[in-house]
């Protein structure tokens, strides 16, 4: 609190020792001054000792003898004198001195006590209309106003707003009546700002017991309360970001399921010989409009990961020619006859990109399917690579349309697809959002430069990894002749080669299409596939691609119980499972039989429509390797089957090897 204008030089003391730096020093001087009070009443009782003593010798030798005949009242006057004397002395030692020693030592305590509380509060006293009496330092120092400029001013100069006046209303309620009241109040300071203070207000009441003034005791909470709103934020972003990731799970799953059998099924009929020239392109069609869904599905997907923070970058070093090919083959399936698609890149030992394979490829097809897309009759993709220093550049080059200003302004605005809408060419306008935020999270950027009516070059700039041995080259260099001219329509992708499931997961890519149909198993028997799904249309789906197969035999199994008990009881040669399957999960069945050593080298792969990277690496986590997304294409499918067969009869041909290494147990 301030110091009052009639303030004690005691307390004016202890107000200067303790701006000249301490505690200690306050109280030393505050029991200096008692004591210097103290010295001239033990003065005045010495003196009156004195003069007691030498009245009383004056009178018994000088007075008395010569007075044979004392009056009454003198003698009585000296009585009382004397007696005064005498009494005097002895009520300042035995009682008042005491007294006084207890009320100094008192009030140096309170002078302890509001120091400590000076230094560690913020303190004000108001009359009981709300007008301000005193503030200490702290309250002057937080409030950013003067001393003298609060004295008289009513507290609610204070107000910040935040409270409702029925807030307040239940303060002087309670404090009215003499209670003490405890809140957290957000008061504004005199430069506007808000500061949230830890309030104790305390009525003090007079010598009648009305209340005369309340002292408001504060500790700043500020960096608290930000600290909590910062958590509540933080808390209700996980909830959203939780119930987002649920959403687009479920939506996810429900959308891919009955996309299984759309494309699916269209895929096995379009292998059907027998189809007309019209049903054929119909199908054709249908296929089309699937694969666009999936890829809409997909890039959704993407899209919330990224802005959510669960993308995961895997980088490594990363050859272009080789990259380009396989982007080049993907984007064929945008093919148009019309239209040239070319790479220049060379077969280059520098071209060597630090990033993720499975996510460049993705920006390049991308790229690519935009640039014939948006292209003119008779124009041209051309995809080409330079390196720059300790930077590459990936380049997307089309002779269509072109921006103008406009255009390129708003050309990474997510949904926006620059008045294409209107036109018959395809698409949800985020992919290239999610190619420029995929380039930014590997490390590098993407640029633009177009002139309407002229076409566009997109370049992806990404850091260069270290050179790698030119013979690593000497495998792809047959395969990138197809990319370094104009490809053929005849060595177009096929549509499923481009299914989301391949460019997501970038599991077991169909290197070579399935078995034909007819061929033999290469044992002379078939393979038994346990096949885990309650979807009556995923078990169509996945019977009819089976069908090509006749060297698979495929079980089903319509729960995880029925799975369980199928397994046990004639072991297959592979567990194909669904995620979901209504009793149990395909990661807990999976769980129950690696645990029996009968099972443990099961071969296993997942077939889901759980795409999110958290759904398949807790299947990874789990020791499921293999997973692949719904839709599944067919060749895919197989192919990853009979890789899953091979590497299982790999393994058990070396544990059967009699040159294989033999482990001893010592006993």
């Excluded at 038994?528 to 789906?541: G, K, P, S, T």
Aim: glycine share 8%; charged share 20%.
């Amino acid at each position: 609190m301030s110091i009052p204008a009639n303030a004690t030089p005691k307390s004016v003391g202890a107000r200067s020792s303790r701006e000249n730096g301490g505690r200690r020093g306050a109280a030393n001087a505050a029991v200096a001054g008692t004591r210097r009070g103290d010295r001239p009443m033990a003065l005045l009782a010495r003196i009156a000792l004195v003069v007691f003593v030498c009245e009383a010798v004056l009178m018994l030798i000088l007075v008395i003898p010569f007075l044979q005949d004392v009056p009454d009242w003198l003698e009585a006057l000296i009585d009382a004198t004397g007696l005064t004397l005498l009494v005097a002395p002895i009520i300042y030692f035995w009682l008042l001195r005491p007294a006084n020693r207890t009320a100094a030592k008192r009030t140096v305590e309170l002078e302890q006590q509001k120091f400590a509380l000076d230094a560690a509060a913020i303190v004000s006293v108001t009359d009981v209309q709300g007008g301000i009496i005193d503030a200490n330092d702290k309250f002057c120092e937080i409030s950013g106003y003067e001393r003298a400029e609060l004295v008289g001013q009513n507290h609610r100069i204070l107000n910040s707003g935040v409270h409702a006046s029925e807030f307040f209303s239940a303060m002087y309620k309670t404090i009215s009546r003499g209670a003490v009241w405890r809140a957290e109040v957000c008061n504004r300071t005199r430069n506007g700002g808000l500061v949230w203070m830890d309030t104790t207000v305390i009525p003090s009441a007079g010598a009648d017991g009305a209340i005369e003034r309340y002292t408001a005791i504060r500790f700043d909470i500020t960096e608290r309360k930000h600290m909590e709103e910062a958590i509540v934020a933080a808390q209700a972003a996980q909830r959203a970001s939780r119930a987002k990731t649920e959403f687009l799970s479920s939506v996810s799953h429900e959308l891919r399921t009955p996309l299984n059998a759309v494309i699916g099924l269209t895929s096995l009929l379009a292998r059907d010989p027998s189809l007309g020239p019209v049903q054929a392109q119909r199908v054709h069609h249908i296929g089309n409009a699937g694969q666009h869904l999936l890829g809409m599905i997909s890039d959704l997907l993407d899209l919330s990961i990224i802005e959510r923070g669960g993308f995961r970058i895997r980088p490594e070093a990363v050859a272009l020619p080789e990259l380009g090919r396989d982007a080049l083959l993907l984007a064929g399936a945008q093919w148009r006859d019309d239209i040239e698609l070319r790479s220049t890149i060379a077969d280059d030992a520098a071209l060597v990109v630090h990033a993720d394979r499975l996510r460049l490829r993705q920006i390049l097809v991308n790229l690519l399917s935009n640039g014939i897309k948006y292209n003119r009759k008779g124009g041209r993709v051309t995809l080409s690579a330079e390196r720059r220093g300790s930077a590459i550049a990936i380049s997307v080059t089309d002779t269509g349309r072109g921006l103008n200003a406009q255009q390129l302004a708003h050309l990474f605005e997510a949904f926006n697809r620059l008045g294409a809408s209107n036109s018959s060419v395809q698409g949800g306008g985020i992919g290239l959002v999610i190619s420029k935020k995929l380039a930014e999270l590997m490390g590098g950027r993407i640029e633009v430069q177009s002139r309407e009516g002229h076409g566009s070059t997109f370049t992806v700039w990404l850091p260069a990894a270290e050179l790698v041995p030119a013979a690593a080259f000497a495998d792809i260099n047959g395969a990138n002749a197809i990319a370094r001219g104009a490809i053929a329509p005849s060595k177009r992708a096929a549509p499923g080669a481009v299914n989301g499931t391949v460019i997501g997961t970038e599991i077991g890519a169909a290197t070579s299409p399935p078995q034909a149909e007819g061929a033999a198993a290469d044992a002379g028997e078939r393979k038994v596939v346990l096949y885990a799904e309650d979807n009556e249309i995923n078990i169509v789906v996945i019977s009819a691609m089976f069908e090509l197969r006749p060297d698979l035999e495929l079980r089903v199994a319509r729960s995880g119980s029925e799975a369980l008990k199928a397994a046990r009881a004639q072991r297959p040669d592979l567990l194909l499972l669904d995620v979901h399957l209504g009793d149990m999960t395909g990661i807990e069945l999976y769980g129950l039989l690696k645990h029996d050593p009968a099972m443990a080298t099961l071969p296993v792969l997942a077939l889901s429509a759980d795409a999110l990277p958290e759904q398949i690496a807790a299947a990874r986590s789990a020791g499921i390797v293999r997973y692949l997304t719904k839709p599944v294409d067919c060749d895919v499918l197989l192919n990853n089957i009979d890789q899953a067969l091979e590497e299982y009869a790999a393994t058990q041909t070396a544990e059967t090897s009699p040159f294989a290494p033999t482990t001893f147990t010592a006993r």
